[in-house]
Nanobody, 126 residues
Framework: QVQLVESGGGLVQAGDSLKLSCTAS????????MGWFRQGPGKEREFVAA????????TYADSMKGRFTISRSNAKSTVYLQMNSLKPEDTAHYFC???????????????????WGQGTQVTVSS
């Protein structure tokens, strides 16, 4: 069983940057893709970005391309989400998730992920 713990959220102003971290413990996630999702107030959870097991392949939701960057350090069992040029509409609870399949790049479907963290809150003020 893998446990995922997100950190790095907070209250920032529009235009600021923030870097989220997600650290895994228990079962190793080194051979699994990882993803970030978010859920804004009154909204359904939506896909943000994903990265394959090696860090060599990534995919993003269209609205995040160019502003968000996902990366990982398997040595630290940690996945990151660098968020730049934040907007008030980026306000959400951000979750990381571990993919269910070895050596794959998971996508936007939640059923591609087998473990989830509790999330970290990001609030962007205008």
């Amino acid at each position: 069983q893998v446990q995922l713990v997100e950190s790095g959220g907070g209250l920032v102003q529009a235009g600021d940057s923030l870097k989220l971290s997600c650290t895994a413990s228990g079962r190793s996630v080194s051979f699994y893709g990882m993803g970030w999702f978010r859920q804004g107030p009154g909204k359904e959870r939506e896909f943000v970005a994903a990265i394959d097991w090696s860090g060599g392949a990534t995919t993003y939701a269209d609205s995040m391309k160019g502003r968000f960057t996902i990366s990982r350090s398997n040595a630290k069992s940690t996945v990151y989400l660098q968020m730049n040029s934040l907007k008030p509409e980026d306000t959400a609870h951000y979750f990381c998730a571990a993919g269910s399949r070895y050596f794959s790049l998971p996508g936007y479907r939640e059923n591609e992920y087998g473990a989830w963290g509790q999330g970290t809150q990001v609030t962007v003020s205008s």
